[in-house]
T-cell receptor, first 110, second 118 residues
Framework: RKEVEQDPGPFNVPEGATVAFNCTYS??????FFWYRQDCRKEPKLLMS???SGNEDGRFTAQLNRASQYISLLIRDSKLSDSATYLC???????????FGRGTSLIVHP | SAVISQKPSRDICQRGTSLTIQCQVD?????MFWYRQQPGQSLTLIAT?????????ESGFVIDKFPISRPNLTFSTLTVSNMSPEDSSIYLC???????????????FGAGSRLTVL
């Protein structure tokens, strides 16, 4: 079983749609969780950290479920510019090395 | 957050040659990481570059193939040696940023070096 698993997609949605991604992790001792965004031919950039109580940043909401070992990212009112790959990143549990998921590809069309 | 300058941004190389990728950071950082991202795949950590000591390599990566230098706290190089087409990939350097607002250590990446080996 991979340490961090994501549905690769692609998720193909119209503008204005709400879309949700899930990410599962295998190490129950993991401590830090993040969502990164990677545009085509660009480096990954931090989108948001994920806190235990869940957190929101504008149209983006991240949640953590420790019992089921997954994190989620909800994007409301999708924009064309949201088209990218979203990487789930997990850290901790005995290692300082962050572990990346394969990423979920999102395509927002007019 | 830290600003990273990575070069070359891309290169096309012949089989059997070596290429050195440079990463310059605008501030002193303790930990620098080198990642590889193959087409359609996520990031795989190659090694952690330690200042003043040898790099720490992950399983499947060895120093003879990917020698790393870390002469100071703002600079590191990764060399891809004796290249083959299988080494065609994007190579990214990364540093750890302490985001004072959240208190979490997050990674900031260089723009990447896209390598094609013929």
């Amino acid at each position: 079983r991979k340490e961090v698993e994501q549905d690769p997609g692609p998720f193909n949605v119209p503008e204005g749609a709400t879309v949700a991604f899930n990410c599962t992790y295998s190490n129950s001792a993991s401590q830090s969780f993040f969502w990164y965004r990677q545009d085509c031919r660009k480096e990954p950039k931090l989108l948001m950290s994920v806190y235990s109580s869940g957190n929101e940043d504008g149209r983006f909401t991240a949640q953590l479920n420790r019992a089921s070992q997954y994190i989620s990212l909800l994007i409301r009112d999708s924009k064309l510019s949201d088209s990218a790959t979203y990487l789930c990143v997990v850290r901790g549990g005995g290692s300082y090395i962050p572990t990346f998921g394969r990423g979920t590809s999102l395509i927002v069309h007019p | 957050s830290a600003v990273i300058s990575q070069k070359p941004s891309r290169d096309i190389c012949q089989r059997g040659t070596s290429l050195t990728i440079q990463c310059q950071v605008d501030s002193q950082v303790t930990m620098m990481f080198w990642y590889r991202q193959q087409p359609g795949q996520s990031l795989t950590l190659i090694a952690t570059a330690n200042q003043g000591s040898e790099a720490t390599y992950e399983s499947g990566f060895v120093i003879d193939k990917f020698p790393i230098s870390r002469p100071n706290l703002t600079f590191s190089t990764l060399t891809v040696s004796n290249m083959s087409p299988e080494d065609s990939s994007i190579y990214l350097c990364s540093v750890e940023d302490l985001r004072t607002v959240s208190g979490a250590n997050v990674l900031t990446f260089g723009a990447g070096s896209r390598l094609t080996v013929l």
